[in-house]
């Protein structure tokens, strides 16, 4: 689940100056990344329900961009290694390995409507964080306000479990707050690292499948393959492999060139009302009172953010 106006280096400037941003096309990109935002929480709390081991969906999840991406990587190695190697850190650390793990572990104890609140919902906030540790940049009182608000709704959210064990819930409530984190850094480090759309695809997932390989031939992380059939593995392969990993990852980068990030983000807090509803019929999952409540306070307060 970003970033503000800040570019590093001369090449990233000149990138930001070659072109004149669309509202309406970062809009349409954003809208697009919200849908498989929402699905992206529905198939990490479907990992639990499956053969597949969380590893093997990482596998999945940055494999198959790194195969489509690959021929592209030629083109775009002259802008990759002018990427900053703290961008890069953000990126990788944001939005590759230690998120997805992170994520997959906080959604296996909640549900699709707590990942999305607690990610995308609180993306906002963590992206104000993230820019004050590395840019210094403060929060205007307008967007604190907003971002107040959608941490009401979030709150609202939290005191809605019922399913799980208040302990178990609690940590993987932590967890997926750890990933907004996380997620908050990868987004600034999109916009810091000047990059276009595949560049960014690249930076994140050749990476991330190489680390994910690897702990799993090391034996560190567990893995199903040989064990389930390419049907069981078929909708992660369209909601991860693709959506996420190739689709989602062009429409954001594209929504960040022509948005400032915190507009992103906050447009990404409508991720939870759309997962929620699909949980329902997808997983069974139960639409409450109250998690109705903190989706209406985070809608509420995504719309301020964006006035603000």
């Given at each position: 689940m970003r970033g503000s106006t800040l570019t590093v280096g001369v090449g990233a400037q000149a990138g930001r100056n070659a072109f004149q941003a669309n509202p309406l096309i970062g809009y349409a990109a954003m809208v697009l990344t919200v849908l498989i935002w929402a699905g992206f929480a529905l198939s990490i709390r479907a990992i639990g329900a499956s053969p597949l081991a969380p590893a093997d969906v990482a596998l999945i999840r940055f494999g198959l961009p790194t195969l489509l991406l690959l021929p592209f990587l030629p083109s775009r190695w002259p802008m990759l290694r002018r990427v900053k190697p703290l961008s890069a850190l953000m990126v990788l650390v944001g939005g590759g390995v230690p998120f997805f793990f992170m994520a997959s572990a906080g959604g296996k104890v909640t549900s699709a409507a707590h990942v999305a609140a607690l990610i995308a919902g609180t993306t906002p906030l963590s992206v104000a964080l993230i820019a004050y540790v590395v840019d210094r940049q403060r929060i205007a009182a307008a967007r604190g306000r907003a971002i107040a608000i959608i941490l009401a709704g979030v709150l609202l959210m939290l005191v809605s479990q019922s399913h799980v064990s208040h302990g178990a819930f609690?940590?993987?409530?932590?967890?997926?707050?750890?990933?907004?984190?996380?997620?908050?850094?990868?987004?600034?480090?999109?916009?810091?690292?000047?990059?276009?759309?595949i560049g960014c695809a690249l930076l994140l997932s050749v990476p991330s499948f190489l680390l994910t390989a690897l702990l799993v031939s090391l034996g560190v992380v567990d893995s199903h393959v040989g064990h389930f059939t390419v049907a069981n593995a078929m909708p992660f392969l369209l909601a991860q492999g693709l959506g996420v990993g190739v689709v989602s990852s062009l429409s954001y980068a594209l929504a960040i060139r022509h948005l400032d990030t915190p507009r992103c983000s906050a447009i990404g807090s409508l991720a939870p009302a759309l997962a929620c509803l699909g949980a329902v019929p997808l997983l069974g999952e139960s639409l409450t009172l109250t998690v109705a409540c903190g989706i209406a306070v985070i809608t509420a307060g995504v719309i301020l953010a964006n006035r603000a």
């Open positions: 609690v940590a993987g409530a932590g967890l997926l707050l750890l990933a907004s984190l996380l997620w908050g850094s990868y987004t600034l480090g999109l916009r810091r690292a000047g990059l276009d759309a």
